[in-house]
């Protein structure tokens, strides 16, 4: 048997040696994140070479951005970029795992205290399963976030597919990602490529504003630091294990590498008191976005409605592994809550007009709570009632 090898997507079984291990323990604690980085890119490239972004597909995403930002711009009054230059990098899948796995990881950084809490109670688990798992839980969360970066990877078409705020002011778009899609729905290659930029600007533009970036990055944060660990699932796990059976039998700790194994967790009542105030915040976004992108791109790109209709039901008809990385960050973009930004967004502009859109992101104070989200004659009477209006 041969160890688990991350550039070899056919094996399966990272305990298939267990004569390694003190190698690998080692490996991975001089490697830190590398470790994570290698698996993304393995799981997001399929484990195959990825062909370099073609220099003249650049040049093309290069010149669609400047139109993207123009139109942002002119709608919504907020500049594109808050350091005057935005730059967008067309990557292999690869590529977004590589860059985008630094961003993430602090987000996923709850997986691995998990992990050495749950190690420290398994009850009557022997001393020797006990030891090991102390040993294996950083593994096991390094490999946990390169399998979980690495599926967002092979997915998403551009950064902000989940709307978290990054530092760098770069937006990635995955070239292979979002051909493979216009091929599927048989739209224009430029139409798609424009649709993409629009979104992504509109997003860069939002979440760079900084009590937004301040707020939105603070509550996912708080968030992922708040999962409670629940022993009972590890001592389940490992409650069929005979040490007798000896080190071959600890190759049943691959299960562990099912995420819901590893997380063992489950939501804390400081996430339950967070959630309304996170999800609201992201509805809010969303809806914005939404809007903008139709106000302009209705006028832009020939067809706007047929493809945007694909991507948006694409946003919210996810697959179990997607909502898994979801419920992890903390977000939940599911079509109520989708529905629920836009729902807020148009209950504003049916009362003031596009106008009052402009109220939404002077300052920190005049973001709607969870009830105001729902209620946005609340919101507006609030911000009436502070400035005397």
């Known amino acids: 048997m041969e160890f688990f090898d991350p550039s070899n997507p056919d094996d399966d079984n990272p305990f298939s040696d267990m004569s390694f291990l003190n190698e690998i323990l080692k490996s991975f604690s001089q490697q830190g994140g590398q470790s994570a980085k290698q698996i993304a890119m393995t799981i997001a490239s399929g484990g195959t070479s990825e062909p370099n972004v073609d220099p003249v597909e650049r040049m093309e995403f290069e010149n669609l951005l400047r139109v993207a930002e123009l139109h942002v711009n002119k709608m919504t009054g907020l500049p594109p970029s808050r350091s005057g230059s935005l730059k967008i990098e067309p990557v292999t899948k690869a590529g977004w795992a590589t860059h985008s796995l630094d961003a993430l990881k602090p987000l996923l950084s709850g997986l691995a205290s998990i992990g050495t809490n749950e190690v420290e109670d398994l009850g009557d688990i022997p001393s020797e399963i006990n030891q090991m798992m102390a040993l294996l839980a950083p593994m096991m969360a390094e490999m946990t976030t390169g399998t979980m970066v690495g599926h967002l990877a092979s997915r998403c078409l551009g950064t902000y597919d989940l709307p978290i705020p990054r530092e760098d002011e770069r937006i990635l778009l995955v070239v292979p990602n979002i051909d493979a899609f216009g091929d599927d729905w048989s739209i224009p290659k430029e139409d798609l490529r424009l649709w993409i930029c629009l979104h992504e600007v509109t997003h860069h533009a939002v979440l760079g504003i900084p009590h937004i970036r301040k707020n939105l990055s603070g509550l996912l944060s708080q968030h992922a630091e708040s999962f409670n660990s629940d022993p009972s699932v590890i001592q389940d796990q490992f409650g069929e294990i005979e040490i007798g059976e000896g080190l071959e039998g600890l190759a049943s700790l691959q299960n562990l590498l099912n995420p819901e194994m590893v997380l063992g967790a489950v939501r804390s009542p400081q996430q339950e008191a967070l959630l309304p105030y996170l999800e609201a915040?992201?509805?809010?976004?969303?809806?914005?976005?939404?809007?903008?992108?139709?106000?302009?791109?209705?006028?832009?790109?020939?067809?706007?409605?047929?493809?945007?209709?694909?991507?948006?039901?694409?946003?919210?008809?996810?697959?179990?592994?997607?909502?898994?990385?979801?419920?992890?960050?903390?977000?939940?973009?599911?079509?109520?809550?989708?529905?629920?930004?836009?729902?807020?967004?148009?209950?504003?502009?049916?009362?003031?007009?596009?106008?009052?859109?402009?109220?939404?992101?002077?300052?920190?104070?005049?973001?709607?709570?969870?009830?105001?989200?729902?209620?946005?004659?609340?919101?507006?009477?609030?911000?009436?009632?502070?400035?005397?209006?």
Do not use: C, H
């Open 281 to 389: 915040l992201v509805a809010v976004i969303i809806g914005f976005v939404d809007y903008t992108m139709d106000q302009i791109g209705n006028d832009l790109i020939p067809s706007y409605p047929m493809m945007t209709e694909a991507l948006r039901r694409r946003r919210v008809e996810t697959g179990e592994a997607d909502r898994f990385v979801e419920k992890i960050l903390g977000l939940n973009l599911t079509q109520q809550q989708v529905d629920r930004g836009v729902s807020f967004i148009d209950g504003i502009i049916e009362r003031t007009g596009s106008k009052g859109l402009d109220r939404l992101w002077v300052n920190e104070s005049n973001l709607p709570t969870p009830n105001e989200v729902d209620a946005p004659g609340l919101w507006l009477a609030r911000l009436d009632l502070e400035t005397g209006n």
